[in-house]
């Protein structure tokens, strides 16, 4: 269907509507023993006429609560799942302990419900940073779980306010009901769950006000589970400063924004709208461009600042060693439909396709269509190490390490910047390296999550 901002009524029984959500975005105070709880909520996504919709979220609210901490500060949350299915937590883009990564079968068991599982951790790097569920993803998520996690710099940038916008969509019915079809192979084997509506923060019509010439930090937050976001400016200008949490060396303007799902873009933006009109984030589409947020532009207050932001302080995130003298492995995307997989081990049996598709399983890391049990790597801690990304499928994948950020490997030596996830399109070739400086088991996947489900997912091993 074509997707309008302003569209109620939709085609084939999904539906595009405005979200308002009860329970708003709210701060979570950084206490002991603080309670974080999974269960249904509702929202009210429709208009007064329809009733208001079920959804899974944090706190009972779409989104979780904003966890805001200063950087090397603890988080302890008690996470309490009052769910109908087992979940946990996974603190994305933290570089955190093992133990707290929130992977089952991995890191941790999956918390049944009514269980309960205390998470607690340093923060070591400010940035944006979220959290989700990582049992069922591919259902909870799209639910409604998940929440921002934001790391303050020791000394804010000079700017006149700080938005956390998570943009999302979600897959509605005619009666403004979630979409109950998850896990269906049309999904898993093609893009992933692509919903019919647009939220930011929860709310299809998201509108907050800005005086002319202020200087605002826009987080920006995609945990659609597998939407890309194409973006820009409108009546604003801007840099972006930091991705995925980690702060460029050097700003750069802020013109069209790629946010895949699960990435995160912090910008510092100026309003230069007249007053009386409108800025806005746009969203681009093959259908059209539709603004997802607005601000409604008021009288200046102050002259529009001369200069550019400075850049953010670095995170202490080891830099690589010598890239020539680093071991390199591969990791082979394949799988999907229109692609050229015609089996993949599973169970340990080389299985053909069509069988692999009525249990479930579209795609392959490397000729594998579930988790292995030997690592794609082990390294020892400290070591660096390069991943060579093949993606010979027809279809773009958002790949995402846990517990580390890296680089890609642009050219010998040159270097992109720091991220934990990144868009590899069809048919691209696309190197990472790091240094494996934190012991465990660390999950590598698709984070368009219907992917991971059906086959993109590895882990790694570091050892002390």
Aim: aromatic fraction near 6%; charge should be negative.
């Amino acid at each position: 269907m074509k997707l309008s901002r302003r569209n109620l009524l939709g085609a084939m029984g999904a539906t595009g509507i405005a979200c308002t959500v009860d329970g708003r975005q709210g701060i979570a105070a950084v206490t002991s023993k603080t309670r974080l709880e999974a269960r249904p909520g509702t929202a009210r996504l429709a208009p007064a006429e329809y009733e208001p919709t079920p959804i899974w979220g944090y706190d009972g609210g779409v989104p979780g609560p904003t966890i805001r901490v200063r950087q090397g500060e603890r988080v302890d949350r008690e996470f309490l799942n009052n769910l109908p299915q087992a979940s946990t937590i996974h603190w994305h883009g933290i570089r955190i302990d093992n133990a707290m990564d929130g992977v089952p079968e991995l890191t941790q068991a999956a918390v049944p419900p009514g269980g309960t599982f205390d998470y607690g951790f340093i923060l070591p790097d400010a940035g944006t940073y979220w959290y989700h569920p990582h049992n069922r993803t591919w259902e909870q998520l799209a639910r409604g779980l998940y929440g921002a996690l934001i790391v303050e710099e020791p000394e804010a940038p000079d700017v006149d306010r700080d938005e956390v916008l998570l943009i999302d969509d979600w897959r509605l019915t005619e009666t403004a009901q979630i979409a109950e079809n998850f896990g269906a192979m049309h999904d898993w084997s093609h893009g992933g769950r692509i919903g019919n509506w647009i939220t930011v923060n929860g709310d299809g019509y998201w509108t907050s006000y800005a005086r002319q010439n202020d200087r605002l930090r826009l987080r920006l937050v995609n945990p659609s589970n597998a939407r890309i976001f194409n973006l820009s400016l409108k009546g604003l200008s801007g840099w972006v400063i930091a991705l995925d949490g980690q702060p460029l060396s050097k700003p750069h303007p802020a013109e069209t924004l790629v946010l895949a799902p699960a990435q995160r873009v912090d910008l510092i933006v100026d309003v230069t709208a007249d007053a009386g009109t409108e800025a806005s984030l746009v969203s681009h589409e093959r259908g059209g461009s539709y603004a997802v947020a607005v601000f409604r532009v008021n009288k200046a207050e102050a002259e529009r600042r001369s200069e550019g932001p400075e850049a953010l302080p670095a995170n202490p995130v080891p830099e690589t060693g010598p890239l020539q003298s680093a071991r390199v492995v591969d990791l082979v995307m394949d799988g999907g439909a229109m692609g050229g997989m015609r089996s993949a081990m599973l169970n340990e049996t080389d299985t053909d396709i069509r069988t692999l598709v009525r249990k479930g399983k579209a795609w392959a890391f490397n000729g594998h269509a579930e988790m292995t049990d030997t690592p794609l790597l082990s390294a020892r801690t400290g070591e660096t190490v390069r991943i060579r990304m093949d993606n010979l499928s027809r279809w773009p994948h958002a790949i995402h390490l846990h517990g580390h950020h890296f680089r890609q490997v642009i050219q010998e030596e040159r270097m992109g910047p720091l991220r934990d996830t990144l868009l590899v399109q069809s048919g691209e070739v696309a190197e990472i390296a790091f240094v494996a400086d934190n012991p465990g088991d660390w999950l590598l996947h698709c984070h368009m999550v219907e992917h991971a489900a059906a086959g993109m997912m590895t882990w790694l091993k570091v050892s002390s």
